[in-house]
Structure formats: C-alpha cells, structure tokens
C-alpha cells in the first residue's frame, strides 16, 4: 500500500516562506514521478509541480516557477517543495502526489495521494 506523509504547513505572513517535505513507501520510488496539487476553498484543484524520476526534470504551474522549487531526494523516498515569496492567493490544502499527469490540462490527476496539509497565507 502507497503511504505519502506530508510535513510542513501552517501559518505564514505574506512575503514569507515555507516548506513542505513529504515521505514516500509502498512504491518504487525513483520510478515514480511526484508532485505536488493544491485546492483553495471554493476553488477547482489546481497542479502546483511535478519532478521526473531522476529530478532532471521539473515542472510548474501558471505563475508558480519563479517561486516555488520542487526537488527529490532517491535515496531517502521524498520529496520536497519550498515555495517563496508567498501571497494569500497560495492559501490552500496542498497535496503530496504519485504520478502525476495531465499537468496544464483540466484533467491533471494522480494515482497516489498524500492526506494534504493546510498553508495559510496571511497579510
């Protein structure tokens, strides 16, 4: 069975920074490619990142590159997203994911998902 922890969240000030970090089992991690989703209240779920298996690659969501860094660690199953300079509109439950998909298209999806942790984006 798939488990991804999630660590980090809470509460931050705008202009802040955070750090999420999540821990990988069940599966064969550096053949997997991970992710991360969020959903704000009210809001469709939205991809925030996605890293190939060997981190070579990474992708973000609209506006998010130049201030949110997704990494991975292999040898240790996680993976990582530190989100910078942050604004209340990054306010939302983020997710941990396994194989992502579908990253810019409205049927971005996961098979394997983290129980989410809430980031409060205040002024």
């Known amino acids: 069975q798939v488990h991804l922890v999630e660590s980090g969240g809470g509460s931050v000030q705008v202009g802040g920074s955070m750090r999420h970090s999540c821990a990988a089992s069940g599966l064969v991690f550096s053949n997997t490619r991970m992710g991360w989703f969020r959903q704000a209240p009210g809001k469709e779920r939205e991809f925030v990142a996605a890293?190939?298996?060997?981190?070579?690659?990474?992708f973000y969501g609209r506006s998010l590159e130049d201030r949110f860094t997704i990494s991975r660690d292999n040898a240790k199953n996680t993976v990582s997203l530190q989100m910078d300079s942050l604004k209340p509109e990054d306010t939302a439950v983020y997710y941990c994911?396994?194989?992502?998909?579908?990253?810019?298209?409205?049927?971005?999806?996961?098979?394997?998902w983290g129980q989410g942790t809430q980031v409060t984006v205040s002024s």
């Open positions: 994911v396994g194989d992502p998909r579908n990253y810019y298209s409205a049927y971005a999806a996961a098979d394997y």
């Open positions: 890293i190939s298996m060997n981190g070579d690659y990474t």
